[in-house]
């Protein structure tokens, strides 16, 4: 097993009202841990407490309770080991397609040649060296994406946060960057592999892109349900069709509705193998792992 990125034990979070100042619960008795190099989708009902457990990962919302580590240590505000991808581009206007990559390593006071000239490949790994030069408006909503994307990488980040990046896309818009970010996450052109934290409302786009799934509760969230996406990649079109592509599907709609998992009758290439005796969660917080159609070493 490889090395713990991320780590939260027994994490309360939440927000204060800004009059009176009362304290309303997002995340309550929240454990995960998300292991190096590891590509984790966090699903879950609107409201539960996801975006928010994100942000806190960001270093946007403090912790009120708990532990929330990265590497070993204590997230107590914004760093240069996280980039976070928005689910609006928010490009800059008034800069071009390479500044607005370029604004993280200008930030953070590390322009050089050598940032440049990786703010460049990155364009290219996103299929975009053509429109360096160009302006946000003169781009497409996917494109635009492409340079969140490309411009969240550019730091060099340890872990990289996606908060619905694609939500706000046409749908084969959305297929297509789901691809593309498949294969920058696996490509050897931005540096090391990433460590990949992924917030979705989408069930298949969580089953395509994901090493594990976790399916929190409703608010305040706790890990309802743990999804072992256990297919090699890379995943094709013709697996998003599969009948376990589907099973997969249907497991993570039955925690978010609440309802009892389908019984499943193992057998030599659909088997679900349950972690713990329970795969639900009650008001506990424990946690299920679920297990479909092992990959054959």
């Not at 009362?22 to 975006?51: M, R, W, Y």
């Not at 003169?138 to 994307?149: I, T």
């Not at 925690?255 to 193992?266: F, T």
Request: aromatic share 6%.
């Amino acid at each position: 097993m490889s090395a713990i990125c991320l780590d939260a034990r027994d994490l309360l979070l939440g927000h204060k009202a800004r009059r009176g100042g009362a304290f309303s619960t997002a995340c309550l008795d929240l454990n995960l841990q998300i292991h190096d190099e590891e590509f984790v989708v966090i699903v879950g009902p609107s409201g539960c407490g996801k975006t928010t457990f994100l942000e806190a990962v960001a270093g946007l919302v403090p912790v009120a309770g708990g532990a929330l580590e990265l590497g070993g240590r204590a997230i107590t505000g914004p760093g240069p080991e996280r980039s976070l991808v928005f689910q609006h581009a928010s490009l800059y206007p008034w800069r071009t397609v390479l500044d607005n990559v370029l604004f993280g390593p200008q930030v953070q006071g590390r322009l050089s040649a050598e940032t440049r000239k990786r703010a460049e490949e990155l364009l290219d790994v996103v299929g975009l060296a053509e429109v360096a030069k160009k302006y946000p408006h003169e781009l497409s909503g996917g494109m635009k994406q492409r340079v969140n994307l490309a411009r969240a990488l550019a730091t060099d980040p340890t872990l990289l946060l996606l908060d619905e990046p694609f939500g706000a896309l046409d749908a084969q818009t959305r297929e297509t960057l789901q691809d593309e970010l498949l294969r920058i996450w696996q490509a050897g052109a931005v540096g090391t592999k990433k460590t990949a934290m992924f917030v979705t409302h989408d069930v298949n786009e969580a089953v395509l892109l994901a090493d594990r799934v976790l399916v929190f509760s409703p608010s305040p969230a706790h890990v309802a349900l743990e999804v072992v996406i256990d297919v090699p990649r890379p995943r094709d079109a013709a697996w998003r069709r599969s009948a376990e592509f589907l099973a997969y599907g249907d497991k993570i709609l039955s925690a978010l509705h609440h309802e009892p998992a389908p019984a499943s009758e193992p057998n030599h290439d659909n088997s679900v193998t349950p972690a713990h005796d329970d795969t639900t969660t009650g008001a506990s917080g424990t946690v299920g792992e679920l297990r479909l159609g092992a990959a054959t070493p």
